[in-house]
């Protein structure tokens, strides 16, 4: 057992009966946190920093085939939870995760798991592009070639092709693939950055505020190729923009100081949300 996975155990019996019931008391989401087709399901999420809570009580599934969305004003939680879908919390010291986190009905916190071959089941992409420092090739290949998913180079260059195709930049960059990956423009670099991520079969695709760093056009690209992927994906996105959670996300969820306090179909929570603080968020009184 490696020693975050030790930490984690320490961490998850060091939380007691007593701090659940708490986060449980003020915890009640309004509206299906459910999908009849669940690939990932969280259940009674809790996560602290040290002694200051940041998610209280979660429950949400993410389900086949869809784009949800987390939505909610600055500091409330967005990214701590998506971080809890691929323990990528369990880098951060101090960061203590309660509750039931599966993937097709696999505990994901279960200490014999291999983080490793978890994040790349449950890809991610963050704000900023973060290409390596090594070719639009290598970007790409990296991933497969660690993963072991490729037998020969023309294997690993059909599999490069295909999640450079997926990811809409193929016809960008097919002439220059040895050229190094940052030196493409930004929404090229999160489109490569996408394309690493599907390279290695992800079944699920976390995106922290993807679009962040964009020019509205280099964004466009990026929501419709999020519109695609979900045929192949079940996609979770950090957005600041309601308009872009209204464009590409089937089901919404809004947070708020750790809770989540409603969660339901796109257009309900913009149109008619069920809990006056997601209608305050949306209307723009908060926020
Ligand atoms: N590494 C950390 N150490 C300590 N506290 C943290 C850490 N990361 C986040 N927090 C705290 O946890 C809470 C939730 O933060 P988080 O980053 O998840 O919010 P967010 O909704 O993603 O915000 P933003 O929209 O600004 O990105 C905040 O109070 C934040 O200060
Ligand atoms: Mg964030």
């Excluded at 946190?33 to 996560?47: E, I, Q």
Aim: overall charge negative; charged content about 25%; hydrophobic content about 40%.
């Amino acid at each position: 057992m490696s020693t975050t996975a030790e930490a984690v155990g320490q961490a998850k019996a060091a939380i007691t009966s007593a701090d659940l019931a708490k986060a449980r008391e003020v915890s009640a989401t309004v509206g299906e946190f459910r999908s009849p087709t669940p690939r990932m399901v969280c259940r009674n999420v809790n996560v602290w920093y040290a002694d200051k809570q940041a998610i209280k009580d979660v429950n949400l599934d993410i389900g086949k085939n869809e784009v949800v969305s987390m939505i909610g004003p600055s500091g409330c939680g967005k990214s701590t939870f998506l971080r809890c879908l691929n323990r990528m919390n369990d880098t951060i010291a101090g960061c203590r995760v309660s509750g039931t986190l599966e993937l097709d009905g696999v505990d994901i916190y279960d200490k014999r798991l291999d983080v490793v071959p978890l994040r790349a089941q449950v890809g991610m992409v963050f704000q900023k592009p973060n290409p390596f420092p090594k070719s639009i090739y290598e970007n790409v290949a990296y991933g497969p070639r660690i993963h072991g998913l490729t037998n020969d180079k023309a294997e690993l260059d059909a599999l490069v092709e295909e999640s450079l195709r997926k990811a809409g930049l193929w016809e960008e960059v097919k002439d220059r693939l040895d050229q190094p990956g940052t030196g493409l423009s930004g929404g090229q670099q999160q489109r490569l950055c996408i394309a690493r991520t599907i390279a290695v079969s992800p079944e699920v695709i976390l995106m922290d505020e993807p679009c962040s760093a964009l020019d509205p056009i280099a964004t466009a690209k990026i929501e419709e190729l999020i519109d695609e992927l979900r045929a192949n994906y079940s996609i979770a996105i950090v957005t600041h923009s309601m308009q872009q959670a209204a464009r590409v996300s089937q089901r919404t969820a809004y947070f708020h100081l750790g809770d989540l306090i409603e969660v339901g179909q796109t257009d309900q929570i913009f149109t008619n949300p069920r809990h006056r603080l997601t209608e305050d968020y949306i209307t723009g009184r908060f926020g």
